[in-house]
């Protein structure tokens, strides 16, 4: 497993439609692995192929959120959602592409998901709670949409250049 590097907004690819993943194989399996390495070294809940330069529809969650507890790591390749309850909720979102930069978005409370797994099967589960949101966020990658987007003009351009400020101190070193 290679922990890759995480691209940073504003980069382009990050606002891409992705492509669908054309079928199961060794590549796609060892890029879930990296994703689930670099989600887990970042350290994060969810990672989306095009955070990390690949520009393909599948993305990596687990969010369980006692440390103690076994780890649930998920991989969602091709993933739809098939239901959305009309119920919301409002969570701070974050997003390892946003370091350090958090706001509330409101998205459905509970989603239903189908994707295929690393097995080749598809699989559809309910989320609800952190899960749903992340599910939901992750999903929004793959469609070239960030979590900012759901916030006011303002709030996201402030956001924005705080992120270029970044990547030139980072360019720096």
């Known amino acids: 497993m290679t922990i890759r590097p995480i691209l940073i907004h504003p980069d382009p690819r990050l606002k ?3 492509a669908p993943v054309a079928g199961v194989d060794k590549d796609i399996a060892k890029l879930a692995d990296d ?3 670099t989600m887990y070294d970042a350290p994060g809940v969810g990672l989306a192929a095009p955070q990390v330069g690949v520009l393909t529809r599948l993305f990596v969650m687990d969010c369980v ?3 103690s ?3 649930q790591p998920m ?3 091709n993933p739809e959602i098939t239901w ?3 119920e919301t909720n409002v969570y701070e979102e974050g997003c390892l592409s946003i370091p350090e930069q958090y706001a509330d978005v409101t998205r459905p409370k509970e989603v239903r998901m189908r994707w295929t797994g690393l097995d080749g099967q598809s699989h559809e ?3 609800d709670g952190l899960w749903a949101t992340c599910a939901q966020h992750e999903l929004d990658h793959l469609d070239g ?3 900012i987007d759901y916030l006011g003009p303002l709030k996201r351009q402030m956001i924005t250049r705080k992120m270029e400020k970044l990547k030139r101190e980072m360019a720096r070193g």
Do not use: G, N, R
Request: with cysteine; charged share 30%.
């Open 75 to 77: 991989v969602l390749i």
């Open 84 to 86: 959305t309850s009309e």
């Open 125 to 127: 589960e309910q989320f």
């Open 65 to 67: 959120k006692d440390k």
């Open 35 to 37: 994703m689930l390495a």
């Open 69 to 71: 507890a076994a780890p």
């Open 145 to 147: 949409k960030l979590f």
């Open 16 to 18: 891409k439609l992705c």
